[in-house]
């Protein structure tokens, strides 16, 4: 406990620095407004700004993406609320409740509670995230080769199966990512791999190009038939944003049991802050007395999933910061940025920079306060914003985009291959395959191969080496689990619509 609170000190001392304390409130406030444009999200915001972090020191790199992230969680259900447009995918369950309160006149208490319930999530989600990180962390330590692949395919495995959507897409995501990971020089032999004699691919792909070209450009791409759609959005009828004693009262027991649910959920890979919204609300709606008032403005069906969606960001940075394995796209996409500024994520970051690991995790307690304040009273200036064009929008991000892509090799080829990537990733949302297994195959591929290769070299080429090692069993066979899972669930669903 003594450690903890040590090491605290030396994560306040870092956050409150004048540089990271306005970077702090610059990225919350960016991600706010990123979190409530329809079509964007946090992995589409940490994606555009991403060559801004060149210029910082890692810390603050990293401090700027946290905010953004869950500065985007915050305001995801404004579009929600107000116009039954949901931000990002973690906020449509708040569209079920949320506009309906606005429909009844309601719509300033409905941003007010989204808000409070935001921080409460977000605090919870904190004071887990101190007491697990550490742990976690000391474990992870003393992984070798074995464990380490194990893990890392776990991971991958459940992003798959556990997210939503078809288990084959899933898997030819992660091929595709593994596949286009493997371009370049090989990292123990030094041959050229898949490079198909084009010169400026002897280095590879870079990450954060094919993030630009994935979350940014993509989107861009599939927001193109909304250009010249006037949004009808009437701010004169929100009134105060606050909630009334009572109404608090009512919502507190949503948080309490929603919080540490969505931070578990959040820890999970390729679960998210998406998944853990709807188990809040079905939870809520289960254990409430009015069931019957759900989808017709009960303020507890705004008030869960908010708390839920915010601790789940809390909770996907465990595996980010202790293993170095991203939990969602949003933290996919951190990940890759940070390996570019020279920084891996994982266990040697709490011994080798306990000052970056902990000055992240007290920004974000800072960063929740800095929000609520955003939140409450800028409401309805911020609120304001949705009512700017999409054919002015759009071309801004497009901008910012290539621009950014330039900034990060002062290559004229990075414009080929963030075009390429857009063009397959719009083409993979509208075939349904998922993102995220794909950009993790793709920055994880090379530390799977490293420790696969590590562990064949230690064990003499002897596959069984991995179950013969009891951590790396018990990681191999949740994967096989997650699998089974994933085949009876889809079987049961089958079988109940038929």
Known sequence: MDEIFANLAIGFSTALTPMNLMWVVIGGFLGTVIGMLPGLGPATGVAILIPISYSMDPTTALVTMCAIYYGAMFGGSRASIMINTPGDASAIVTCFDGYPMTKNGEAGKALGISAIASFFGGMVGMIFLVFFTLPVAKMALKFGPGEMFSLLILALTATVTLAQGNLMKGFFAMALGFMIGTMGIDPQSGIFRFTFGVEALQE???????????????????????????????????????????????????????????????????????????????????????????????????????????????????????????????????????????????????????????????????????????????????????????????????????????????????????????????????????????????????????????????????????????????????????????????RKESLRSR
């Open 204 to 490: 590879g792909v870079d990450f954060l190009v094919a993030m630009i070209g994935l979350y940014a450009v993509a989107e861009v791409f599939k927001n193109y038939r909304t250009v010249g759609k006037e949004i009808s959005l009437d701010t004169s009828t929100i009134g105060k944003v606050w909630v009334s004693w009572k109404d608090f009262k009512q919502c507190l027991g949503s948080m309490i049991r929603s919080s540490p649910l969505g931070f578990v959920v959040g820890v999970l890979p390729g679960m998210g802050g998406t998944v853990a919204t709807f188990m809040s609300y079905a939870m809520e709606k289960g254990l409430s007395k009015n069931p019957e008032k759900f989808g017709k403005g009960a303020i507890e069906g705004v008030a869960g999933p908010e708390a839920a969606n915010n601790a789940s960001s809390c909770g996907a940075l465990v595996p980010l910061l202790t293993l170095g394995i991203p939990g969602s796209g949003t933290t996919a996409v951190m990940l890759g940025a940070l390996m570019m500024l020279g920084v891996r994520p994982g266990p040697i970051l709490f011994q080798m920079h306990p000052e970056i690991a902990w000055g992240v995790i007290a920004s974000m307690m800072i960063g929740n306060v800095v929000l609520l304040l955003i939140n409450m009273p800028l409401a309805i200036p911020l609120v304001q914003l949705l009512k700017i064009p999409t054919r002015i929008m759009l071309p801004l991000i497009l901008g910012m985009a290539f621009m950014g892509t330039y900034f990060l090799n002062y290559s004229s080829f990075d414009f080929v291959l963030v075009t390429l990537f857009a063009l397959g990733g719009f083409l993979l949302m509208k075939l349904e395959v998922p993102l995220p297994p794909l950009v993790l195959a793709l920055i994880l591929g090379e530390t799977v191969e490293l420790n696969f290769r590590n562990a064949m070299t230690i064990s003499g080429g002897n596959l069984m080496f991995f179950l013969e090692r009891p951590l790396s069993a018990t990681f191999l066979g949740l994967a096989a689990l997650s699998l089974v899972y994933f085949l009876w669930k889809n």
